[in-house]
């Protein structure tokens, strides 16, 4: 089955500590996106990537970095400069097609920072 | 990108219709209007699409009028697990090859027994 695959589901991580979430997708998309989400809230783009090699900044950038070596992938990571990194990840990807539902999204990761 | 503004939260028993409206006074002529659905601790899933009048599947009906300056999602005969959250979203999903869709606070759906 074709989708989004997101891991780990669950991380734990020191203070000060650079941590990195994994983003694969099966999908052939072109568009693959990161997103933060705060209990109770919606979600917040972080970066988004068009193509191979190509990102942008999002709404809430500072203190997160990403990279596109591979269609397939969209690591992202948090770096000790994210003042509060304690929050729900989630990754996307999409697909200009008006026979699509526009995003599909991963199962998210919890990143809980003691 | 259109802002969009829906109520906060709702509540429902089973078995009944529930209607969620959303207002987007700002669309514009490329938009589509999309919702998803979010269960706690997952990723949204698309619910419908549409683009203009009335747009069913299988799990849901969108309800646009002319203007498309609001929508209305029905859930019929909603039942416990429709219990989450909608978020309806606003935009030329088919520009460039991407989009940046901008997902609000959503409405808390709550299914009561």
């Known amino acids: 089955d074709g989708g989004i695959t997101q891991s780990p589901k669950y991380l734990f991580r020191k203070e000060g500590q650079n941590v990195t979430l994994s983003c694969e997708q099966n999908?052939?998309?072109?568009?693959m996106y990161w997103y933060r989400q705060d209990p109770g809230q919606g979600l917040r783009l972080i970066y988004y990537?068009?193509?191979?090699?190509?990102?942008q900044k999002g709404d809430i950038a500072e203190g997160y970095s990403v990279s596109r070596e591979k269609k397939e992938s969209f690591p992202l990571t948090v770096t000790s400069a994210q003042k509060n990194p304690t929050a729900f990840y989630l990754c996307?990807?999409?697909?200009?097609?008006?026979?699509?539902?526009?995003?599909?999204f991963g199962s998210g990761t919890r990143l809980t920072i003691v | 990108l259109a802002k969009t503004t829906q109520p906060i939260s709702m509540d429902s028993y089973e078995g009944q219709e529930v209607n969620i409206t959303c207002s987007h006074n700002?669309?514009?002529?490329?938009?589509?209007i999309t919702w998803y659905q979010q269960f706690p601790s997952q990723g949204p899933r698309f619910i419908i699409q549409?683009?203009?009048t009335k747009v069913t599947n299988e799990v849901a009906s969108l309800f646009i009028p002319a203007d498309r300056k609001s929508s209305t999602l029905s859930l019929p005969r909603v039942s416990l697990s429709d219990t989450a959250v909608y978020y309806c979203?606003?935009?030329?999903?088919?520009?460039?090859?991407?989009?940046?869709?901008?997902f609000g606070a959503g409405t808390r759906l709550a299914v009561h027994p």
């Open positions: 999908l052939n998309h072109d568009a």
């Open positions: 996307a990807s999409s697909i200009p097609s008006p026979d699509y539902g526009g995003y599909t």
């Open positions: 990537s068009q193509i191979v090699n190509d990102f």
């Open positions: 549409g683009y203009k």
């Open positions: 700002n669309i514009a002529t490329n938009d589509y």
């Open positions: 979203l606003v935009g030329d999903m088919f520009s460039g090859g991407y989009n940046k869709l901008i």
